[in-house]
């Protein structure tokens, strides 16, 4: 068997460099965290959530239910802590609940 040198690079490392270099990144993480959602805040909140949206580092949540939104206002850092715990990195720096 031939020997590759130092050309050989693991398919983790290949996959993130293809998500940075076509900047996919965001949307894939938008992605997860829409997969993510009913299982983290129940099959009610996820009823309400109309959409969630990952732009520039803030989480945009649009929730039809006025008192739903006022009583996740109060627990912002939490989803944000959550999230970027799945996540697996520190995506999100801003929870915004509409």
């Given at each position: 068997m031939e020997d590759r040198g130092n050309n050989q690079?693991?398919?983790k490392?290949?996959?993130?460099?293809m998500l940075d270099h076509y900047k996919l990144k965001g949307?894939?993480?938008?992605s997860r965290i829409r997969h993510q959602w009913e299982e983290m805040m129940g099959p009610s909140?996820?009823?309400y959530t109309k959409d969630i949206k990952l732009y520039?580092?803030?989480?945009?949540?649009?929730?039809?239910?006025?008192?739903l939104r006022h009583?996740?206002?109060?627990?912002?850092?939490?989803?944000k802590r959550l999230l970027n715990e799945q996540?697996?990195?520190?995506a999100i720096q801003e929870v915004v609940i509409r």
């Amino acid at each position: 068997m031939e020997d590759r040198g130092n050309n050989q690079t693991t398919l983790k490392d290949a996959l993130k460099a293809m998500l940075d270099h076509y900047k996919l990144k965001g949307k894939l993480n938008q992605s997860r965290i829409r997969h993510q959602w009913e299982e983290m805040m129940g099959p009610s909140i996820a009823n309400y959530t109309k959409d969630i949206k990952l732009y520039n580092g803030k989480l945009f949540i649009i929730i039809d239910s006025a008192p739903l939104r006022h009583e996740l206002s109060y627990g912002k850092e939490k989803i944000k802590r959550l999230l970027n715990e799945q996540l697996g990195e520190e995506a999100i720096q801003e929870v915004v609940i509409r």
